[in-house]
């Protein structure tokens, strides 16, 4: 049973700094990607920032040079970074797990989501 479990959200100031993290357990063959979403109140859910197959990072224009995503590997964990944080980005985040099993399925996998709200 494959499970992310997202851990660091909360509150802070504007201007302020949060790191969410996302861990994935269970048995899996590879990670083929990894994704951070966020989802404002009455509004839709939107990309933020993800790691390709290759490696490669990018980034949703409102977030760039602000939100670093990050991963460690061993853990199979992915950091998201977020500094100067601002009132819109008050959000629930979310991580998503592109995920091979070892039986050759692939799959999404989505953690449970974090609170992070940010005030003036």
């Known amino acids: 049973q494959v499970q992310l479990v997202e851990s660091g959200g909360g509150l802070v100031q504007a201007g302020g ?3 969410l993290a996302c861990a994935v357990s269970g048995t899996i063959f590879r990670i083929n990607t990894m994704r951070w979403y966020r989802q404002a109140p009455g509004k839709q859910r939107e990309w933020v920032a993800g790691f390709t197959i290759s490696g490669s990072t990018s980034y949703a224009d409102s977030v760039k040079a602000r939100f670093t995503i990050s991963r460690d590997n061993a853990k199979n964990t992915v950091y ?4 100067n944080l601002k009132r819109e980005d008050t959000a629930v985040y979310y991580c998503c797990a592109n995920i091979l099993s ?5 799959q999404d996998y989505w953690g449970q989501g974090s609170q992070v709200t940010v005030s003036s």
């Open 17 to 19: 700094s949060l790191r």
């Open 80 to 83: 998201l970074q977020m500094i």
């Open 102 to 106: 070892r039986s050759l399925a692939q």
